[in-house]
């Protein structure tokens, strides 16, 4: 089983990459969040720079309807040494969708036919695809499977919901089945990704669809960062002993990492707090803790709350 971790923007970012990668590892991959910009910006350049991703296998994202731009930045991404890029057909965001990217783009799948058609003829890396079903109808899905196997795929990621589910309500595990059934004999590989936050949940996916070889995991990983390391070797990555010690030095590693670029308190602690609102899960903490780490003003006013949260985990 290959184990991938997805892209979420402003939260998967080199400095939570790398530290994930330090203290805990398991990934096979690290996917970035979108690039969009002809040029990249200084946050999308941090994100694709080798020196921010020293010894990881990193797949820079690319969200785009426009041929011209994908092979653009596809041609800036191979200058930088990077062989693939996906193509990001995910993301449900009104505010990506209205302008028919992201999951948007499936919307029309003449359009989409035609755009693939032309940056599989000239572009210089591979191409993956992070797919959604469709916009509402199970009707849209054979029509997209049909379309997406006909070009050489590097690999097929297919998140099973519609874009009207965002991240609501369960995965159509029928759909991702179907898509393992056209894809058998066309040599794409395909990798599951939807709601994988528990070895139990690995499981039932195994249950059901034995044949998934990758899953690309994303919210599940954020509120519990041993989760690759226990997917992979069937136990608890970490004796209850060392759970809390180790997570600890993840989290410090991040702030500094946050600390490193950014100018003042504030962009510091709004990356912090927004990491809590996953990893809270982890270290069980009650709402009144986490309470206070939302309230710091001040980074050592926040680190006295979370060295407080952690003190308590370690005691239960």
């Not at 998140?159 to 056209?182: T, V």
Request: aromatic residues 10%; proline residues 7%.
């Amino acid at each position: 089983m290959k184990f991938y971790l997805a892209p979420m923007e402003g939260i998967t970012t080199p400095v939570y990459r790398n530290a994930l990668y330090r203290h805990y590892g398991g990934a096979d991959r690290y996917y970035t969040p979108f690039l969009a910009n002809l040029s990249f910006n200084h946050k999308e350049l941090r994100e694709i720079l080798p020196e921010n991703n020293k010894g990881l296998s990193v797949i820079p994202q690319i969200l785009t309807n426009r041929a011209e731009t994908f092979l653009t930045i596809a041609k800036n991404l191979q200058a930088y040494g990077y062989k693939e890029a996906n193509l990001n057909l995910g993301c449900p965001s009104a505010t990506v969708t209205a302008k028919k990217r992201g999951a948007g783009f499936l919307s029309v799948p003449e359009q989409l036919d035609a755009f693939l058609e032309e940056i599989f003829t000239v572009c210089p890396l591979e191409i993956s695809i992070k797919t959604r079903l469709g916009i509402a109808s199970a009707h849209e899905w054979p029509t997209l499977l049909a379309i997406y196997k006909q070009y050489p795929l590097k690999e097929l990621i297919v998140h099973p919901r519609y874009q009207k589910d965002f991240y609501n309500g369960r995965p159509h595990m029928e759909a991702f089945q179907m898509a393992a059934d056209a894809l058998s004999d066309s040599g794409i590989p395909l990798c599951y990704n939807g709601d994988i936050a528990s070895p139990a949940q690995y499981q039932r996916l195994l249950v059901q669809n034995p044949s998934t070889e990758a899953v690309m995991i994303g919210r599940g990983v954020l509120a519990d960062p041993s989760l690759f390391q226990t997917l992979r070797h069937g136990k608890p990555a970490l004796p209850p002993a060392e759970r809390i010690p180790a997570f600890r030095l993840f989290h410090n590693d991040i702030l500094e990492g946050y600390q490193s670029y950014m100018s003042g308190d504030q962009p510091v602690l709004f990356k912090m707090k927004e990491l809590w609102s996953y990893m809270g899960h982890y270290v069980q903490v009650s709402d009144a803790m986490l309470k206070k780490i939302r309230k710091a003003k001040r980074i050592p006013e926040y680190q006295g709350a979370v060295e407080a949260i952690l003190e308590k985990a370690a005691l239960s």
